[in-house]
């Protein structure tokens, strides 16, 4: 199959009805959102669904996430109450994603045989009018092969979908970086099961009764059922072996720079600590504290860091509070639990 990559912005009514055609016919397109590129079919369309997951190499119970074009669409899809219209005021069309009882138009291939779905209505201009002209909900897991970094442009979706789906639509760089936060609602509580830009301490603004699963930022242990599925599975992993230094404990230039001396490595160093190096191979992160920065640059640097053949990746290891925590939580599942400093070793 030859894969399109069309150059699109949310004017460019003849590509984007044309991808709403093949998704209405089907076809996997992929997306840009604000968040990462998505694998977008028809989510009322079991077969199609089914597709999504042969094209990622997606194990088959890790289910899918249903995208809509306005908060009120969930309706037909899941069983809302009160309090996801009170998230809807405040975070949509945006980076949250919430878990409902599921309608039985979803079809179980989507929802990977649970009775709940994931909604999420997006914000990005493209992925929101290329919603309303499908005139369905759209299917959309992050436009990766399994296990790989999640696309954060089309040329990542184009390397890893190349000759397997028909279109990619090209918005550009994605502007937050890093898939949706997760939650999942009851009528007045909220688990948080994967974090994102829309923060912890943001969704507490709107309930007090709020938890975070210990899934988010620590390994399930032996025989834990995961909440989440894909939190379970080895996720965003680089080739490369990535350390994070927790540098209240270890002088993160000097150590890296000694490292770098013996070691076909890549130093995500902050943006400010660049000029303390000379000749070593830096993939700078962003400010120190300017963790929207890193947020978006996160996937990019380890995509790169393997398109380079590096054999280690050193990065500093992120804090757990307001949006650093999604940064944490990628982080980890991506270094294998690989800390260097304190009482990590
Ligand atoms: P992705 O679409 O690749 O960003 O991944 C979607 C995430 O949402 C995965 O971690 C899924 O396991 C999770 N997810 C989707 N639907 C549900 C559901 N019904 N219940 C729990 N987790 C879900
Ligand atoms: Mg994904």
Do not use: W
């Not at 119970?61 to 995208?67: C, G, K």
């Not at 992925?127 to 089309?154: D, E, F, H, Q």
């Not at 943001?202 to 975070?212: A, F, G, T």
């Not at 080895?234 to 000097?254: N, T």
């Amino acid at each position: 199959m030859k894969t399109e990559v069309l150059e699109v912005t949310e004017k460019s009514d003849n590509i984007l009805m044309r991808a709403a055609e093949l998704i209405r016919g089907g076809a996997l397109v992929g997306i840009p959102t604000e968040t990462v590129y998505g694998l977008g079919a028809n989510a009322l369309d079991g077969e199609a669904c089914l597709n999504i997951f042969k094209a990622k190499g997606r194990p088959a119970d890790n289910p899918l996430i249903v995208h809509i074009a306005r908060a009120e669409d969930a309706e037909s899809i899941a069983y809302t109450n009160e309090l996801y219209y009170k998230l809807a005021d405040r975070f949509m069309p945006g980076p949250l994603t919430v878990i409902m009882p599921k309608k039985d138009i979803i079809p179980d291939s989507v929802t990977a045989g649970l009775d709940s779905v994931a909604v999420r209505c997006p914000e990005h201009k493209i992925a929101n009018k290329l919603i309303k002209l499908s005139g369905v909900p759209i299917a959309a897991p992050s436009a990766n092969r399994s296990g790989m970094p999640s696309p954060t442009t089309a040329q990542h979706v184009y390397k890893d979908m190349d000759g397997i789906i028909p279109m990619i639509l090209d918005g550009g760089a994605c502007e937050v970086g890093v898939e949706s936060t997760v939650i999942s609602i009851t009528d007045n509580s909220i688990t948080v099961l994967r974090p994102g830009r829309v923060t912890v301490e943001m969704l507490s603004e709107v309930c007090d009764n709020i938890s975070v699963s210990s899934a988010v930022t620590e390994e399930l242990k032996p025989g834990e059922k995961a909440l989440s599925p894909g939190m379970k599975y080895k996720h965003y992993a680089p080739k490369a072996d990535l350390y994070l230094i927790d540098d209240r404990y270890i002088d993160f230039v000097s150590f890296t720079k000694e490292k770098h001396k013996t070691e076909k490595c890549v130093i995500m160093c902050y943006d400010e600590e660049k000029e303390q190096y000379e000749n070593e191979t830096l993939m700078p992160v962003g400010g120190k504290n300017d963790v929207k920065e890193q947020t978006k640059r996160l996937f990019n640097i380890l995509r790169s860091a393997d398109d380079m053949g590096a054999e280690k990746i050193y990065a500093h290891l992120p804090d757990k509070t307001g949006e650093a925590l999604a940064i944490y939580n990628r982080m980890i599942r991506a270094c294998a639990h690989r800390i260097l400093g304190g009482e990590n070793g």
